[in-house]
């Protein structure tokens, strides 16, 4: 697990500094390449810390992959309503605030369920300790990277 403390603090830097690299080029372009960086320090600690035979990491790689991607496509939701709360967070009416939490909700719930199907998916090919472990550290670093941003981003004001 000193590996998933070394990501954190790697993550945390990426994110604190993020707004300074935000300022050279493309908003978009930065947090695409922020994402593949962290996304592939992800992988690096998951691998560091479960203890895969041959078989198990030959199987279970393809389905990480995969989830990954699966991932990828809800984080992508999640920056497209980042960016459109960026855009009217000062002037947000009730009714956009409403749609804000509701999107934010919908966005957990979609990781939730994608969560537990791939709970089953991994669980064909580890023990139910080891998919287990590998939740874990998904939820951390996850937490990991959403207070980073969340961190950047202003409340809004009543």
């Known amino acids: 697990m000193k590996s998933l403390i070394a990501v954190a603090v790697v993550a945390g830097a990426c994110f604190m ?3 300074q690299a935000f300022a050279q080029g493309s908003v978009d372009e930065n947090i695409e390449l922020l994402r593949k960086d962290v996304r592939s320090q992800k992988k690096q600690i998951i691998a560091g810390n479960l203890d895969l035979t041959d078989e198990q990491a030959q199987q279970f790689w393809p389905i990480y992959d995969r989830y990954t991607a699966e991932v990828k496509g809800i984080y992508d939701a999640k920056f497209a309503l980042l960016k459109e709360y960026a855009r009217i967070y000062a002037t947000m009416s009730d009714k956009q605030a409403e749609g804000y939490i509701q999107g934010r909700a919908g966005i957990e719930e979609s990781m939730m369920q994608l969560r537990l199907k791939y709970f089953t998916e991994f669980r064909k090919v580890l023990p139910a300790k080891t998919t287990a472990l590998f939740f ?8 990991i990277v959403d207070l980073q941003l969340d961190s950047q981003i202003p409340l809004i004001e009543p």
Request: aromatic share 10%; no cysteine.
């Open 136 to 143: 874990q550290m998904d939820w951390r670093l996850t937490q």
């Open 17 to 19: 500094t993020g707004g």
